[in-house]
């Protein structure tokens, strides 16, 4: 018989358990050993089998067992020490609250949107890096004390399971997830009323969501759910999955995420009283919809100003972030324009009032390369964002290549798209023994800085013996998944005994495991699978590998890889050296990371955005061993692991995928393996342990994510407060902005370089000599405050191109009658070798963060 409905019922505690029900109910618990010690001595058997989540370990464990722990004083004891201890996290003054305060501009909150968040393995909501970098940021923010609000939705089925049929083909399930299993609460009002909020969708009722709120720290996670009563069926299957579904049940998820996102921080900060945010930072595309509700609220909404549009765009556009993910074009949401016209309808769409044409203009691909008959969402983030970043050194440069369409007057190099590199949370990612042995030579919990120091005092022998106790837990681990995957094939446990001796502990281990879209290339390594036999068969130096990874569903391709790679794996000649383990989540790589030496990345350059995971293993003292890309093109020092060689630039994907591929043989043939075996007398590898120490040494501070949330506070978050807080306060500074926008655009026609003129500079140029430039330019209606004049110079290439550009701000001498001025200003000669120049006129406004931000310039006749 099946049930026609379902719930969890939850637990009464005793009173003197009732901090249980606390602890359970902020997820900090998921990184503080301490906390999940409590939880283990409630039931160590149920905790396990409860996959460490204290939702079920407390709806499961028996009123006997309870009566028991609330006479246990010294339980009791340690109950109250983890619980005084949240208080203390939750409620002390920390890094951003050392700060200055508002006087240096930082935020009084930021409400960060994302698709996706995977913060727990008990609360699935994620596909893969996206989410795991949002969960790290909020658990990061929440450390530092940064007053984030996280805005994303839940999926009833979360993302999929993976598990393989008989022949290696991917299998996936859809495990229904009950809210009120989850470590969630529902938000209420006063009256204990449930927060809705509602969004009107064309041809229907409107659309209803209720709000949960995760607690991540200090920070709240809202969570919208359309699964709700008093929605039609088709609506409460709006959050059903992730990535799931037709272009339209996609546009519908990320109206209600933008949309009903920004209603639902609203309802939040009005029922709590949390501080309104200050600064919307949109993680990725999908949540771009939150600037169109933000321009109703500023326009049509009664409650609100009632500005005009273009004042409303640059409001939001001052204190929005945006944040690309992705160099590869297939990663980026994009929707027929008419889909968007008839949800976004003047009339009764979901931001009534606000003109349809004006939303659509956001997205538009109106420009060289671009499909006018589509909505991009990326596009959308840049046009309502005055801030945008990329998420490595060298994503920023690609995103600034790949965008360079929206500001087709400038060079790439002047794109305003920067970047800041991610980081990782580590205490959700370090194995506890590692602290533990850095916190046995002097680490001090509080002060992750201490860590590295203390890293450098552990004694190689230690270091090592860790490191195998960690191989060694991933290997059994490993068995487990192993023998179940097998189960669930098909075989029988007779069959089923080489699994004992499966992997090994005292063998090179290496970890390969991420989704598995084409530019990641899982297979790789089996380009010449004899050579990869070999290696995992050498006698003296034998490597093994673990592989995991989820294919998106709709992928056959990356389905057929996995086969491919399953079927390799399955050979008997090398199953006990090769394993690839079904449903790569975050309880699978938490003991993956530290189980492994090495951590091996080989995308097709350069459409690995950043990558997460190899930082993840070097923080638990794993080298990387990687195509330069992402990260590691920034951060591989020659000295912290291994580059393979790109043959990026090749235009046949064979030969490139054959020149990388026997790189990466070599690379282990020649360099890790014998690195890793070189031992001493007492059995330690001396050089591999070095290495491993300069890593955590040098990379361990970098790939942070408190790095990376500072960053993000110091550069965007705080500036972008500031700017809107000088727009906000009675939006006069916003109007004028708008309307200083208005006349410079209609009066740019008339801006032009006339002539340019240069002295100082004879026949035989030298360092040091002074070039004087005059230019006559003429602004029309524009006075020269609106606009900056520059002398553009730097070296000359062969089509006298301008490399490596200075600028130099000329000043004003004498102004004539028609808006024509004569400017001065002085160059001196830095460099030897191909010298060029010109000179250019662009905006000029305090308000602007980029002089490219109108996307206007007029430049010198050549
Ligand atoms: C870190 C992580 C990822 C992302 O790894 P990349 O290197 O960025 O591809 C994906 N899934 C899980 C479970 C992770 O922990």
């Known amino acids: 018989m099946r049930a026609i409905r379902r719930f969890t019922v939850r637990p009464v505690l005793p009173a003197s358990l009732s901090a249980l029900s606390e602890l359970a109910g902020n997820l900090r618990w998921s990184w503080h050993p301490p906390t999940q010690d409590v939880f283990a001595e409630v039931d160590d058997e149920l905790w396990t089998s409860s996959g460490h989540d204290p939702v079920?370990?407390?709806?499961?464990?028996?009123?006997?067992?309870?009566?028991?722990?609330?006479?246990?004083?010294?339980?009791?004891?340690?109950?109250?020490?983890?619980?005084?201890?949240?208080?203390?996290?939750?409620?002390?003054?920390?890094?951003?609250?050392?700060?200055?305060?508002?006087?240096?501009?930082?935020?009084?909150?930021?409400a960060y949107f994302s698709?996706?968040?995977?913060?727990?393995?008990?609360?699935?909501?994620?596909?893969?890096?996206l989410g795991i970098l949002a969960g790290d940021h909020l658990k990061a923010a929440s450390d530092l004390g940064v007053p984030i609000i996280g805005v994303g939705l839940l999926y009833r089925h979360g993302y999929f399971k993976q598990s393989l049929s008989r022949e290696g083909w991917q299998q996936e399930t859809y495990p229904l997830l009950d809210p009120d299993g989850l470590p969630i609460s529902l938000l209420r009002d006063g009256e204990g009323q449930r927060a809705t909020i509602s969004i009107a969708l064309p041809g229907g009722p409107d659309l209803q969501a209720r709000i949960w709120v995760a607690s991540v720290g200090r920070v709240p996670l809202l969570m919208l759910d359309t699964d709700v009563e008093g929605n039609p069926e088709h609506y409460a299957e709006i959050t059903d999955r992730l990535y799931g579904g037709n272009s339209e049940h996609r546009l519908r998820q990320e109206l209600l995420l933008g949309v009903g996102g920004v209603r639902a921080v609203r309802e939040y900060c009005r029922i709590t009283g949390h501080p309104e945010p200050e600064v919307f930072h949109t993680n990725e595309g999908h949540a771009g919809f939150l600037g169109v509700e933000r321009v109703r609220e500023l326009t049509v909404d009664p409650a609100g100003p009632g500005l005009d549009v273009d004042t409303a765009l640059e409001v939001g556009r001052a204190s929005t972030v945006f944040t690309t993910h992705t160099p590869v074009p297939a990663g980026i949401d994009r929707f027929p324009r008419s889909l968007v016209e008839q949800y976004f309808a003047t009339d009764g769409g979901a931001t009534p009032g606000v003109p349809v044409e004006r939303v659509l203009a956001l997205g538009t691909e109106d420009y060289d390369g671009g499909d006018a008959a589509v909505f991009n969402m990326a596009v959308m983030g840049f046009r309502l964002a005055q801030r945008a970043n990329g998420v490595s050194l060298l994503h920023g440069e690609v995103s600034r290549g790949m965008f360079s369409g929206l500001w087709p007057a400038f060079d790439e190099a002047e794109v305003p798209i920067g970047s800041i590199t991610n980081g990782v949370h580590a205490p959700t990612w370090v194995a506890r023994e590692l602290f533990d042995l850095a916190a046995a030579h002097g680490a001090d919990g509080e002060d992750p800085d201490s860590f590295w120091a203390a890293a450098e005092k552990v004694p190689a022998g230690d270091m090592w013996s860790t490191k195998r106790v960690l191989r060694d837990r991933l290997v059994h681990e490993a068995r487990r998944r192993l023998r179940r995957s097998w189960e669930k094939r098909g075989?029988?446990?007779?069959?089923?005994?080489?699994?004992?001796?499966?992997?090994?502990?005292?063998?090179?281990?290496?970890?390969?495991?991420?989704?598995?879209?084409?530019?990641?290339r899982l297979t790789l390594m089996l380009r010449d699978p004899a050579r990869l036999k070999a290696l995992l068969l050498h006698p003296e130096r034998p490597v093994q590998l673990v592989i995991?990874?989820?294919s998106h569903p709709a992928d056959d391709g990356g389905k057929?890889?996995?086969?491919?790679?399953?079927?390799?794996?399955?050979?008997?000649?090398?199953?006990?050296?090769?394993?690839?383990?079904?449903?790569?989540?975050?309880?699978?790589?938490?003991?993956?990371?530290?189980?492994?030496?090495?951590?091996?990345?080989?995308p097709l350059r350069p459409y690995e955005a950043c990558g997460t995971s190899g930082m993840k293993a070097a923080l638990n003292g794993g080298l990387n061993l990687s195509i330069l890309d992402g990260w590691w093109d920034e951060w591989f020092d020659g000295e912290n692991g291994w580059a393979i060689p790109s043959a990026d630039g090749l235009d046949d994907p064979d030969r490139r995928d054959d020149l990388e591929a026997t790189a990466l043989y070599d690379l282990i043939e020649h360099e890790v393996a014998p690195r890793f075996y070189d031992l001493d007398h007492e059995g330690v590898?001396?050089?591999?342990?070095?290495?491993?120490?300069?890593?955590l040494g040098s990379l361990g501070p970098k790939v942070l994510a408190t790095r990376m949330v500072r960053d993000y506070t110091r550069t965007l978050y705080a500036p972008a407060a500031g700017t809107a807080r000088a727009l906000n306060s009675d939006f006069a500074g916003a109007r004028a902005l708008a309307e200083w926008k208005r006349r410079v655009r209609s009066g740019w026609g008339e801006v032009r370089v006339e002539h340019v003129e240069s002295t100082g500079v004879g026949d035989a140029p030298q360092v040091g000599d002074v070039l004087q430039v005059r230019a006559f330019v003429a602004l029309g209606s524009l006075a020269p405050e609106d606009v900056v004049v520059q002398v553009v110079h730097g070296r000359a290439d062969a089509e006298d191109a301008l490399r490596d550009t200075t600028t130099t701000d000329l000043h004003v001498v004498e102004s004539y009658e028609g808006g024509r001025h004569r400017l001065d200003a002085e160059v001196t000669l830095g460099s030897s070798g191909p010298f060029g120049y010109t000179v250019r006129v662009l905006p000029a406004n305090p308000l602007l963060v980029s002089p490219a931000e109108l996307g206007v310039v007029a430049l010198a006749p050549a």
């Open 548 to 550: 995991a990874g989820k």
């Open 56 to 110: 079920r370990l407390l709806g499961a464990v028996g009123a006997a067992r309870l009566e028991q722990l609330a006479a246990d004083e010294g339980f009791l004891g340690r109950l109250a020490a983890a619980r005084a201890d949240l208080e203390r996290y939750l409620t002390e003054p920390r890094w951003f609250q050392q700060q200055e305060g508002e006087r240096a501009g930082t935020p009084r909150a930021v």
């Open 685 to 695: 590898p001396t050089r591999w342990v070095e290495m491993l120490r300069h890593t």
């Open 560 to 602: 057929r890889l996995i086969q491919e790679m399953v079927r390799f794996a399955d050979d008997p000649e090398v199953r006990h050296r090769i394993v690839f383990l079904p449903n790569y989540d975050i309880a699978m790589a938490q003991p993956l990371y530290p189980g492994c030496d090495v951590w091996l990345n080989n």
């Open 115 to 129: 698709p996706e968040f995977g913060i727990t393995a008990v609360l699935p909501q994620y596909s893969g890096g």
């Open 491 to 520: 075989a029988a446990s007779a069959e089923l005994g080489w699994i004992d001796s499966a992997l090994d502990p005292d063998v090179l281990t290496i970890g390969f495991a991420r989704r598995v879209p084409s530019y990641k």
